[in-house]
C-alpha cells in the first residue's frame, strides 16, 4: 500500500515536471519568435514607410514563413497609422493590407480564438480594410452575446459605411446608448441624416437608447445644420429626449429664438431649469434677466448656480449680481450671488 502511494507520488511529480518543462519550453519559444518579429519590424519599417509614403513603387522582399509575415505586416502597418501625422494615402494602405492580410483575416474570422478575432477587428478598422466588410458582416450575424466581439464588428461595420447597421440600430432594444454614439461617430453625414429622417418620420419606431444617443449626438458634432432638428426635439413628450436636446443647445451655443425656451424656465423638472439657465448664460440673452433672477432663487441649488453663473455672463451681469445680492428676497439667492461675486477668475465655487 504504502509503495502505491509512493509510486504515485512519483508518477505526479514527474507529471508535473513535465508539464513545467513544456510551459518554459513553450515560453522560450515564444520569446524567441517574439524578438524575431522584433528584428525584422526594425528592419523593414524604413523602406516599408517609404513604399506607404509612395516614396517607392517596390515593396520591401518580407519573409517566406506566412505566418511570420503577418505578423510583421500588422506590426508595420500599425505603427504607420499611429506615427503617421500628415494625411495618411489610404489607397496604398488598404492595398498592402488587402495583399498581406486579406486571406490570413478571412481564416482568423472563421476559425480563430475568440481574442484573435477581435484583434483581427480592430486591425480590419485601423488598416480600412473594406474589402472585407461582406466578410465582417457575415461573421456578424452569428454572433449573439453583446460583448467586445460583437462590439467592435459593428463599429467595423459602421466605419465602412454599411447601410444595415441602421436597420440594426433601428430593430435592436439591447444596443447600449455609448455604442449606438460610437457608431454616429463613424457615420458619414447622409447615413446621420438617415438616422434623423427615420426619428423624424416614425418616431415610435425607434428605440430610446438610440433617439437619445441621435439628440446628444447633435450638440457633440456641433453643426448648425442640426439646430431644426434639436429645437423640434424640445417639444418631445418623453423628458429625457428634452433634456438632451437642451444639453444639445448648449453644446451648439445656438437658438433661433429665445422664446422657444420660454416655457423651461417654469419647467416641473430642476434638470430643465438649469439648462436653460445655462443657455440663456451661453448666448448673453439679456431678455433673460427677469427668469434667471427668479431661477436665483430655486429650490435646487444647482438650478441657482446655473443661474447666477448666466447672470455673470451677461452684458450687465455683475450689475445683476449686486442687486441679487443686496435686495432678493430668498437669502439662498442672496448667498449664490455674493459666492459669484466673491470668487476668482478661474475659481470654481
Same mark, same amino acid.
Given at each position: ?25 513553450s ?12 528584428r ?66 478571412r ?9 484573435q478575432?477581435v484583434?483581427?477587428?480592430y ?20 454572433l449573439?452575446?453583446?460583448d467586445?466581439?460583437y ?21 435592436s432594444?439591447?444596443i ?6 460610437q ?7 447622409? /447615413? ?7 426619428? !423624424? *418620420?416614425?418616431?415610435g %419606431?425607434?428605440?430610446?437608447?438610440? =433617439?437619445l444617443? &441621435? ?5 457633440e458634432?456641433?453643426s448648425l445644420?442640426?439646430l ?30 429665445p ?21 440663456a448664460?451661453r ?26 453663473e448666466?447672470?455673470?455672463n451677461l452684458?450687465?451681469?455683475?450689475? /445683476? ?7 432678493? !428676497? *430668498?437669502?439662498?439667492? %442672496?448667498?449664490?450671488?455674493?459666492? =459669484?461675486?466673491? &470668487? ?5 465655487i
Amino acid at each position: 500500500m504504502v509503495s502505491i502511494v509512493i509510486w504515485t507520488v512519483i508518477f505526479l511529480f514527474i507529471v508535473q515536471l513535465c508539464l513545467v518543462g513544456a510551459l518554459v519550453v513553450s515560453k522560450i519559444q515564444s520569446l524567441k519568435e517574439e524578438k524575431l518579429i522584433s528584428r525584422y519590424v526594425e528592419e523593414y519599417e524604413e523602406p516599408f514607410f517609404h513604399y506607404l509614403e509612395r516614396e517607392t513603387e517596390e515593396c520591401p522582399d518580407l519573409p517566406r514563413d506566412i505566418r511570420d509575415r503577418v505578423l510583421i505586416v500588422e506590426q508595420l502597418l500599425n505603427r504607420f497609422v499611429d506615427q503617421t501625422r500628415v494625411e495618411i494615402e489610404y489607397t496604398r494602405l488598404q492595398e498592402t493590407a488587402h495583399t498581406y492580410l486579406s486571406r490570413s483575416y478571412r481564416l482568423f474570422l472563421k476559425n480563430g480564438s475568440w481574442a484573435q478575432r477581435v484583434n483581427t477587428l480592430y486591425y480590419i478598422e485601423d488598416f480600412d480594410m473594406v474589402d472585407l466588410k461582406q466578410e465582417v458582416w457575415q461573421y456578424f450575424s452569428r454572433l449573439s452575446v453583446l460583448d467586445e466581439e460583437y462590439r467592435q464588428a459593428v463599429r467595423v461595420l459602421a466605419s465602412f459605411q454599411d447601410e444595415r447597421v441602421i436597420r440594426l440600430l433601428l430593430n435592436s432594444e439591447m444596443i447600449p446608448q455609448r455604442l449606438v454614439k460610437q457608431v454616429l461617430r463613424r457615420f458619414q453625414d447622409d /447615413l446621420f441624416q438617415q438616422m434623423v429622417m427615420v426619428i !423624424e *418620420d416614425e418616431p415610435g %419606431r425607434v428605440p430610446s437608447q438610440v =433617439h437619445l444617443a &441621435v439628440v446628444a449626438y447633435c450638440g457633440e458634432r456641433g453643426s448648425l445644420d442640426d439646430l431644426p432638428f434639436i429645437e423640434r426635439m424640445l417639444q418631445f413628450p418623453s423628458k429625457e429626449i428634452r433634456l438632451k436636446a437642451l444639453r444639445s443647445l448648449m453644446e451648439l451655443k445656438a437658438c433661433t429664438d429665445p422664446e422657444k425656451l420660454t416655457r423651461f424656465y417654469l419647467s416641473d423638472i430642476w434638470e430643465e431649469r438649469m439648462y436653460v439657465a445655462k443657455i440663456a448664460g451661453r448666448l448673453k440673452w439679456e431678455s433673460a434677466q427677469d427668469p434667471l433672477l427668479k431661477l436665483a432663487g430655486d429650490s435646487h441649488w444647482w438650478v441657482r448656480y446655473a443661474a447666477c453663473e448666466a447672470m455673470k455672463n451677461l452684458p450687465d451681469g455683475h450689475r /445683476l449680481l449686486e442687486y441679487t445680492y443686496n435686495h432678493h !428676497e *430668498d437669502k439662498f439667492a %442672496r448667498s449664490m450671488a455674493r459666492q =459669484h461675486l466673491t &470668487v476668482k477668475v478661474g475659481e470654481a465655487i
